[in-house]
């Protein structure tokens, strides 16, 4: 039987390697939809070849250009934001998979949850900025999440079959990114090298989290929130081939990990057939080939981002929030070549400095705290 799926950021690094693995899969799946914030000539090609009934233009320029040209074909074409909600929440769709950059995926994700959807959730910022609500909401509807993020996809699998049996530690690995090694001055680091990742090819937010290793600190809230492991049971271990993706040690002292070619193809993939595994086009792995697997301690004095994002997460209430809704203004006014590379954790501690947590927060709450730790980031930036 085909799953219907909707994706929620189609033209990005996430959406375009599903689509890559859907039509591979000619016929398991069916796509009822498709959004973009404004990559409209992509989605134009997307609908072209996998005719979803609906798409959503987040950017209102490019919605009215789109529907412009796409409005009269049967086409459902919706605008804003709340076409996310809109696509995510649509009748006879099996699986969402969010793909999404940043804040502007939370409401699609409670609301898909809300119906008792599966999310395949590669949006990771709406888990760290809500990580409570998404986990109860989940919980409450009895959805389902399916992490995409490849460290957590990694953790998930290995705990496949372990039901009652609690996770004793997590073991979250990291590539340390394109400056791992570097010796010189970080504050001159250009956006070219940041963008320039050993082992992963991603989208640039992700590119530069990883760059600064806020990536990492991000993805062990995450593994907080979807495993309910306490962070201080989650160790951060560099892992530079990334060959490892994580791995989850038991009661018992035994030590489960998942190993692949580092290629997001595969976490996705394992993502939409779950639980079934299909064959996936990567580099298989050859033992005899590798050779040697390394691993050393993260360096918390030349990457303050980790420390921040484990001190904003062991915090809880809208810290995270706070923390990523910083992150998230800095790095893109690094992109933008408004700041300096380590600018970055300097606006993200003032901004984190200067709010008040909410232990317990409703959506309001937290919207509000990601509204204000903006504003104030912005300011600085
Ligand atoms: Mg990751």
Redesign the pocket.
């Known amino acids: 039987m085909s799953k219907t799926i909707a994706i929620l950021g189609s033209t990005g690094s996430i959406g375009e390697s599903a689509l890559k693995v859907i039509s591979k899969f000619n016929g398991d799946f069916r796509v009822a939809g498709l959004t973009t914030r404004r990559n409209i000539l992509r989605l134009e090609q997307q609908v072209k070849k996998f005719r979803p009934s609906m798409v959503g233009v987040v950017e209102s320029a490019s919605f009215q250009d789109f529907s412009r040209s796409h409005g009269n074909n049967g086409l459902q074409i919706f605008g804003g934001t709340e076409s996310l909600e809109k696509i995510a929440t649509a009748p006879r769709v099996d699986l969402v998979l969010s793909g999404v950059v940043g804040a502007v995926g939370l409401k699609a994700l409670l609301a898909a949850l809300k119906m008792g959807r599966t999310v395949a959730l590669a949006n990771?910022e709406s888990l760290i900025m809500a990580g409570s609500l998404v986990t109860e909401t989940a919980k409450k509807y009895g959805a389902t999440l399916l992490p995409v993020?490849?460290?957590?996809s990694a953790m998930f699998q290995c705990i496949q079959g372990q039901a009652g049996n609690p996770i004793h530690k997590i073991i979250l690995t990291a590539s340390g990114g394109p400056f791992y090694n570097f010796k010189g001055d970080l504050s001159k680091v250009t956006v070219e090298k940041a963008l320039a990742h050993p082992n992963?090819v991603?989208g640039r937010k992700?590119t530069v989290d990883?760059a600064t290793l806020m990536?990492?600190g991000l993805?062990a809230i995450e593994a907080h929130f979807l495993f309910g492991v306490p962070l201080e049971k989650i160790q951060i271990v560099i892992h530079r081939q990334s060959i490892i993706?994580s791995a989850v040690e038991f009661e018992d002292g035994s030590i489960l990990a998942q190993m692949s070619h580092p290629d997001m193809c595969l976490p996705i993939q394992y993502a939409l057939t779950y639980p079934e595994r299909k064959p996936c086009p990567i580099p298989r792995l050859d033992f005899a080939k590798m050779k040697q697997l390394d691993f050393a301690e993260p360096d918390f004095r030349k990457f303050p981002c980790l420390e921040l994002a484990l001190s904003a997460g062991k915090a809880g209430g809208t810290a995270p929030c706070v923390l990523s809704a910083a992150n998230e203004v800095a790095v893109y006014a690094f992109l933008a070549g408004k700041i300096k590379f380590t600018d970055i954790p300097k606006i993200v501690a003032r901004v984190l400095g200067k709010h008040k947590i909410i232990k317990k927060p409703g959506l309001e709450d937290i919207l509000d705290a990601d509204r204000g730790a903006r504003r104030e980031a912005e300011a600085l930036c």
């Open positions: 990771k993020d490849s460290e957590h992963w991603m992700i990883s990536n990492k993805e993706h």
